[in-house]
């Protein structure tokens, strides 16, 4: 047997009427009925209308499906005989009249009567036209009998508001039938009966035309009911499918105490011939009608949803290529083909080339030799003839020099001369460099982190953010938002969760509101409560977003059975008084539900409690500061209480506050202090063995470089707080990530330029004094440096172009750092290498040079070729979380944002579909709009209806119903049922301080309060308005980026038809917008950076040729490293952009030295290559593949997800591909494609003298 539900009591109270003579009844129409339905049915109709909803059996509305409205009219008859009716037929006569009393089940009804139509008092004329305009003169119904009418009417309202021409057909059906003076031409009584002592009409014949009839349904077949997104004749029509099915649906003759008509009313489209009759065919309106034009939702065969279609953006079919089974695009398969048509000449022309090679006859020179520690021949030879190395030279007859470049010989020049002077004055040049980073660093005093996300991700000349200052000044700003989400646990076996709509909830929603009003944040010794914070549109109460509010926020409310009362509220929450808030307004179902498909809200899996809360312009005001004061409470009160509540309900949690954003970036900027220490450690740990020399028991503590390597590290840290502090002092403030990343960046950067310095003092020739391997070692290394260092400066610089502030103000804090670290690496690092190697020579502790050693002590490294640089290479498999949310793993906001959507910053609640509409709306028609709209304008049209407005023009009772009061216009005063420019600025403020009610739904009051600026509204300017809307379901970045796109295409196409400024906004654009042209962004901002590669390199090296190679495998390292982000899934978005740039001067380290060895190297490109790999490799891959790697595995260990997913994995696969690159793709490049040799044979031996130890 099937279950049944309980009645709505506010459908059911109807039946109370019993003094009026019509009214229009909506009420759920039975499919279906049983006995036990019936008689709870019955039951209900004995009891108090205040307890009538838990009477019936719980599953009474399981056999209601639609609404149906039907009229009631009772029939009046000339003077009765024996019970007999006389009727007459003719113009000017009435069918019925007056009100004869009631049916046994309470239903009124009228009396039949054929008296002539009455001239009503001009009251009453004033209130039928209001209503009827086309019934003028006579009437054939009481002013009891109109204002029964009038109060039934708005009850239809909120079903065919959306379309005007449906509603004013719908009201001219019913104003004809109960007013009509010619009512008797279409209207025949066929059956009477007696109720006290007076004929009623028990069943009528209603004459219509099939035109009327089709016109009628034609315009009312596809509207909306807003509230709930189904057709409105679904509620009023139950489905019919024409017109015919309509009119028998409303004439169904309804048993006792059952809902409907208490006569039958039959349509009928012919009169009997001879009766003097004729059936009633007042004009329609087509929803088309422009006068009264329809919204396109409603209304799709409207001319101007035809007409003005916006054109989607296609771009023509897309070419694919069908091979086999499977179907490739056109793109994907010529790149394919060029790729494998590149790699087969690459490697065919290396065939060809090693073939070639293999032909000649010629003696392979050693790559390293082992027994000396990989010294090579020539430097073996000129050490064992105990000659004075030069940069460059050999001991052979057949010397060699190096044809430099114009920069590149005033650089060695300047090197030369500068080592010296630096080896001779180290304390000078370390006080002086260490110096003026320290003063730089005063600027920390100012030092401030920026943790607002409006201020760290949205330019300030950015569009989005124009338009959310014009909102917010000449509106309103968007509230502020609290959230708490619960929700049941998913079934582990088929993942469904099971409904959260239940007593015990409920109960459970109670108790934690009482726990939400009981909070006191502290501010300035102030108790701030909700109450003294939150939104408050219609008086006292805060308009609290919540289930509860169906019962008044009262835990006592009079409701037996709440579950059954929250059941039938969801369904006619606009309806119902007894749904209303407790802010006096509805409760949109879907804003305090989450989880369910459709409008089966029973099955919603979540609660969602929203607090809007009061914001302000001023973020450090004091309204702005109480509200994070009790933000931090309720935070706090969520965590230590709420949590444990929920979860012991078996439940899960989630909660917000609108400072959550700004504290978790707060609490981010110290989470990982604990990685970022360790990776310090790290990093000077493995400084420390690389610098050094090989390990020997005996010597270790004199050959390490442990102090060198920490003073490094000391030097990195300065540049990186020199780089701050300058910025702080010019009032730019700084971010989570200069923080976190800009250390490990420049470490990374410093650590390779001292692996390179260092090996190359090393290389040198003990024999000569040590300012002279100073300044050899600078000639030899300095170029490469200086090129590498100035390419990433301006490479980062090129990030500042980037107009996302955090971004920016990353780039330009990095160029900054880099170009301080290199500048000490060449002065106070230098300086420190002179008394790191005095410090050795004179055989003293490391790390503690106040201590000499013994004179056992021998020195055993002879040259490079008696030791080797420190290598530590540590393998790690690990597995990054899948995780793309700017967050911490561990945050509290992991379950936030699980459920919580991008509706939920949506702008106002609605209420019902805008029936005002521009000449070429098509919201429609956009995919990323819902079909809801609420548009101001079209509740001034509705609220201008009785009874919102007064006959004397003064407002009548803005929270009752006046009885007297008409509509503020007739029709005859309105242009096309418009009023007029001087009309609308007379009654919009009436409008806008109209409190909604039962009655008058649509009163502005709180809900459009903001969406008009009357600023100069005395002048007949308004300045600004808005209305609302709501976009899909957004889940995908992508799906974010296109919702926008498509609403800007539409305000814009909008903006041109009407020649004034419109645009879209919604809170999250001003964060999305960056995306929009992402991709143009990163190729600009990746092409300068390359560009500016190129040209510094063009600009040192004087070398196309060598420019080109670098540029090449730059290009290379950025489309793989491109490609590895879409295997990962890592979208490309601002943070991935500089990553990107980034990028180009992190590869610049893998490419430039290397390079630039091979250029200086003399022989053929294979000798040259290795001489280039002996002299710059080891550093190369020590200094900087190791270096950046151990770095970036420490990164694995943060506890910010953004770091994982953009530094990680993004930093690890930089320097796998720039080691493969710059270590294996490059050496191979330059063998066969590598540019000449700048070294030039000198037959006779260059008797330059041997750098002397005088100045």
Request: with cysteine; net charge neutral; hydrophobic share 40%.
């Amino acid at each position: 047997m099937q279950s049944s539900r309980s009645v709505p009591h506010s459908l059911t109270r109807l039946n109370d009427f019993s003094s009026f003579p019509f009214y229009i009844y909506i009420y759920f129409a039975l499919t279906q009925t049983s006995k036990a339905a019936a008689e709870g049915f019955l039951q209900l109709n004995r009891m108090d209308s205040s307890r009538r909803r838990s009477a019936l059996p719980s599953g009474f509305l399981s056999f209601v499906s639609l609404f149906q409205v039907l009229l009631i009219i009772q029939v009046a008859v000339s003077q009765p005989s024996n019970n007999e009716l006389r009727q007459r037929h003719a113009e000017g006569y009435c069918a019925m009249y007056d009100i004869c009393g009631a049916r046994s089940d309470g239903k009124v009804v009228n009396c039949a009567s054929g008296s002539p139509a009455v001239k009503p008092d001009e009251l009453l004329s004033s209130k039928i036209q209001s209503l009827c305009p086309t019934i003028t003169g006579n009437v054939c119904c009481t002013e009891a009998q109109f204002d029964t009418l009038r109060s039934q009417v708005q009850q239809a309202i909120p079903f065919l508001v959306g379309c005007p021409a449906c509603l004013r057909n719908f009201l001219n059906l019913f104003c004809e039938l109960s007013c009509s003076p010619n009512q008797s031409l279409f209207i025949n009584v066929t059956s009477v009966s007696q109720v006290r002592n007076n004929l009623t009409v028990d069943g009528i014949d209603f004459y219509i035309t099939d035109d009327f009839g089709e016109g009628l349904y034609e315009s009312c077949k596809d509207v909306k009911f807003g509230t709930m997104n189904t057709r409105a004749m679904e509620f009023i029509g139950a489905g019919a499918k024409n017109f015919k099915e309509w009119f028998a649906f409303i004439g169904r003759r309804a048993p006792n105490n059952l809902p409907g008509s208490p006569y039958a009313i039959q349509f009928l489209p012919t009169v009997p011939d001879s009766s003097g009759m004729k059936p009633m065919n007042v004009s329609t309106y087509s929803c088309g009608d422009v006068s009264l034009g329809c919204s396109c939702g409603d209304c799709a065969s409207s001319p101007v949803c035809s007409n003005t279609a916006i054109s989607t953006s296609n771009n023509g079919a897309k070419c694919s290529v069908r091979i086999g089974s499977l179907k490739a695009k056109c793109v994907d398969l010529a790149l394919a083909i060029l790729y494998v048509v590149l790699v087969s000449v690459f490697f065919g022309w290396g065939l060809f080339h090693q073939t070639r090679k293999r032909s000649r006859s010629f003696r392979m020179k050693p790559f390293l030799d082992t027994t000396d520690g990989g010294q090579s021949d020539s430097l073996n030879r000129q050490k064992a003839e105990n000659l004075p190395m030069q940069r460059l030279e050999d001991a052979n007859q057949i010397s060699t020099a190096v044809r430099l470049s114009v920069v590149q010989g005033y650089m060695s020049n300047f090197y030369r001369k500068y080592g010296l002077w630096v080896a001779r004055h180290p304390t000078l040049v370390l006080s002086l460099s260490v110096g003026m980073v320290l003063l730089l660093c005063l600027g920390l005093v100012r030092f401030k982190v920026e943790t607002r996300p409006e201020k760290l991700w949205v330019g300030p000349g950015s569009k989005a953010a124009e338009e959310k200052r014009f909102f917010d000044s000449n509106l309103s700003p968007f509230y502020r938002i609290e959230q708490l989400i619960l929700a049941t646990i998913p079934d582990p076996l088929d993942g469904k969760s099971p409904s959260i709509v239940t007593e015990e909830n409920i109960k459970l929603l109670f108790e934690i509101q009482k726990k939400v009003d009981g909070i006191r944040g502290n501010y300035s010794g102030s108790r701030i409560s909700l109450t003294d914070i939150c939104m408050k549109p219609m008086g006292e109460d805060c308009a609290t977003q919540s289930v509860i509010q169906y019962f008044k926020m009262d835990p006592s409310y009079d409701a037996d059975d709440r579950l059954d009362h929250v059941n039938y509220c969801f369904q006619h929450y606009t309806s119902a008084e007894s749904c209303m808030s407790a802010f006096k307004a509805p409760v949109d179902p879907s804003t305090v539900l989450g989880g369910f498909s459709g409008s089966n809200y029973t099955e919603a899996s979540a609660f969602i409690v929203t607090y809007p809360v009061d914001n302000a312009l001023d973020k450090e005001g004091n309204a702005t500061q109480k509200a994070v004061a009790w933000e931090k409470a309720f935070v706090q009160l969520a965590k230590d209480e709420l949590l444990p509540m929920v979860q012991s309900k078996n439940l899960t949690f989630s909660f917000s506050s609108e400072s959550s954003i700004e504290e978790e970036l707060k609490r981010e900027s110290t989470a990982d202090a604990i990685t970022i220490l360790i990776s310090y450690l790290v990093m000077f740990a493995y400084i420390s063995l690389t610098l050094g020399d090989t390990p020997r028991l005996s010597s270790f503590y004199i050959s390490s470089k442990v102090l060198l390597g920490l003073s490094g590290v000391v030097l990195v840290m300065l540049s990186v707080l020199g780089s701050v502090g300058f910025f702080s002092a010019v009032g730019v403030k700084s971010t989570l990530i200069i923080m976190e990343v800009i250390p490990f960046l420049v470490l990374a950067v410093g650590v390779d330029n001292m692996c390179i310095l260092v090996h190359a003092v090393k290389r040198q020739p003990l024999d000569l004094p040590l300012e002279g391997r100073i300044s050899n070692a600078l000639v030899e290394v300095g170029p490469s440096i200086t090129l590498a260092s100035l390419s990433e400066v301006f490479v980062f610089a090129v990030g500042s172009f980037i107009p996302m502030p955090a971004c920016r103000v990353f780039s330009m804090f990095a160029a900054l750092a880099v170009l301080l670290d290199f500048l000490l690496q060449v002065t106070a690092f230098v300086s420190l290498i002179v008394f790191d190697f005095l410090r050795a020579e004179g055989r003293r502790v490391d790390c503690f040079p106040c201590i000499k050693a013994s004179s056992t002590y021998a020195e055993s490294e002879k040259g490079i070729g008696g030791r080797k640089p420190g290598l530590l290479l540590a393998r790690a498999s690990l597995t990054p979380e899948s995780s793309y949310i700017a967050k911490p793993a561990a945050s509290w906001l992991d379950d936030f944002l699980v459920w919580v959507s991008p509706e939920a910053f949506g702008c106002c609640r609605k209420f019902t579909n805008g029936s005002y509409c521009p000449p070429d709306d098509q919201v429609s028609n956009l995919i990323w709009f819902y079909n809801s709209v609420s548009n101001f304008k079209t509740g001034v049209l509705i609220a201008l209806q009785p009874p919102c407005c007064s006959a004397n023009d003064s407002t009548c009772g803005l929270s009752e119903v006046c009885k007297d009061c008409t509509t503020c216009f007739r029709h005859s005063d309105l242009h096309n049922d418009r009023p007029s420019t001087a009309q609308f600025k007379e009654k919009l403020p009436w409008f806008l301080d109209a409190l909604p009610s039962a009655d008058c739904s649509k009163g502005g009051h709180g809900a459009y309060t903001s969406s008009v600026e009357l600023q100069g509204y005395e002048n007949g300017i308004i300045k600004a308005s808005s209305f609302r809307t709501y976009h899909t379901p957004l889940n995908k970045q992508i799906d974010y980026v296109n919702s926008m796109r498509a609403a800007r295409q539409f305000a814009s196409r909008v903006s041109d038809s009407l020649k004034m400024e419109i645009f879209p906004y919604s809170v999250f654009y001003m964060f999305f917008e960056q995306y929009l042209d992402i991709w143009k962004t990163a190729l600009i901002n990746l092409a300068i950076a390359i560009g500016a590669v190129f040209i510094v390199c063009l600009v040192i090296t004087c070398s196309l040729w060598t420019s080109a190679i670098i540029m090449l495998v730059l290009a290379m390292i950025l489309v793989d490293l491109m490609g590895v982000m879409a295997i990962l899934g890592i979208q490309l978005n601002a943070v991935s952009v500089v990553n990107l740039v980034m990028s180009v001067g992190i590869a610049v380290e893998f490419c430039v030295h290397i390079t630039h060895a091979f250029s200086v190297s003399s022989g053929n490109r294979d000798e040259r290559v290795k001489e280039a790999l002996g002299t710059m490799g080891a550093s190369v891959f020590s200094g900087i593949t190791l270096t950046k790697l151990v770095g970036v595995l420490v990164l694995c260990f943060s506890k910010t997800e953004v770091f994982v997913v953009y530094y990680f994995q993004m930093y690890l696969a930089l320097v796998l591909l720039g080691f493969l690159h710059g270590l294996v793709f490059l050496p191979v490049v330059l063998s066969m494609f590598g540019p000449p040799s700048r070294c030039i044979k000198i037959e006779k031996q260059d008797e330059r003298p041997s750098v002397s130890s005088q100045p």
